[in-house]
Structures are given as C-alpha cells and as structure tokens.
C-alpha cells in the first residue's frame, strides 16, 4: 500500500491535537479493508473499491487507554450490514494482560450522523489474578458508507458519555460535521 493510501486513511481518524492534554499516540496501524475473516459481500465490494482500515491508539500516560477504528465499505447498506459483524472481526490485543470475565450490551443515545450502532460492557480482570477487574466500553457505528468503532479502558474506569462523546466526534470526522 502507498505511503499516501496510507495517510490518507489515517486521516480519517482522531488525532492526539484532537483530543484532551495529555494523550500520546501509541500506535497505527492501516491494511485493505475485506481481507480478513471469512469473505463477505460487503468485504469483497469494499476490497475491489480499494478500502483501506485504519486503527489508531492512544494513552493518557496515566492508566486510560483508548483505540479507534474506521472501516470504509463500499455503501452505506453495507455499513450497517457490517456494523453487526464487526464484533467478531475486531483487531485483537495480544498484548493486554486482562481476560473477559463477563459482557453485556448497553444502550446508549445514539450519536448524530449513526444510522445505526451498537455498544457493549466488558468486564476484565488481570490475566495472572494479581491484579483488579476493570470494565472496558466498546461502541461502534454505521456512519456514511463506514464503520467506526471505539475501544475505551483503564483505570480511572471510562463512563458512557464519554464514550458517546468521542465516537460522536469520530463520527464528525467522517462526516465533516461538528461535533
């Protein structure tokens, strides 16, 4: 993939200017959307399109940590058709040293360009026992011909409206909205 595909994805997403003092870029990451999992239709129109996945990550130095992600799909029926799916797919962490002990979907006000979305709580515990449980807040939406996707954790632990309030300025991002 090009350096300037690649930008160009980034581009999409929060930046650390973005967001409150204090947070650090930990990482990024881009690669072609619909490659994947298993072959859906939206992921092979979204690949023949040439769409590039781009995933962020943050710290605030302190204990919170947070990731973003945005899928561009071909349309926006595939967006909602992939917003479902997207559970499954989520770019793991092989470097969190927690375990899902426990999760359930909330309902959260939904956020202004959503046609759709979905949020769940994640209980966690230190994988080796010696450490705390946690909760971590995801939340994903179909915004335009795209997915977006939030992944909030650490300790203080986040709340609800902090997390609608980022996907929200995630989702204006994409649409060129305010916030």
Not at 24 to 52: H, N
Not at 106 to 121: D, N
Request: no cysteine; glycine share 10%; proline share 3%.
């Amino acid at each position: 993939m090009s350096g300037a595909r690649r930008r160009d994805a980034l581009s999409h997403l929060l930046a650390v200017t973005d967001l409150s003092e204090g947070w650090q870029l930990v990482d990024e990451r881009t690669w072609w959307t619909g490659r994947r999992g298993p072959a859906t239709e939206w992921g092979t129109r979204a690949r023949r399109q040439g769409s590039v996945t781009a995933w962020r990550s943050f710290h605030d130095g302190k204990g919170r940590w947070m990731w973003i992600q945005v899928v561009p799909l071909a349309t926006r029926d595939d967006a909602d058709t992939a917003l479902h799916a997207v559970k499954e797919r989520l770019l793991g962490n092989t470097t969190a040293a927690v375990e899902v002990v426990g999760e359930r979907d909330v309902h959260v006000q939904p956020i202004v360009g959503a046609t759709a979305m979905w949020a769940r709580e994640q209980q966690v515990r230190s994988a080796d026992g010696a450490g705390g449980g946690g909760v971590a807040l995801l939340m994903a939406a179909a915004v335009d011909s795209n997915v977006l996707v939030l992944n909030l954790s650490g300790d203080p632990s986040w709340d609800w409206p902090a997390a609608r309030d980022l996907a929200a300025r995630q989702a204006a991002v994409l649409t060129g909205a305010s916030p």
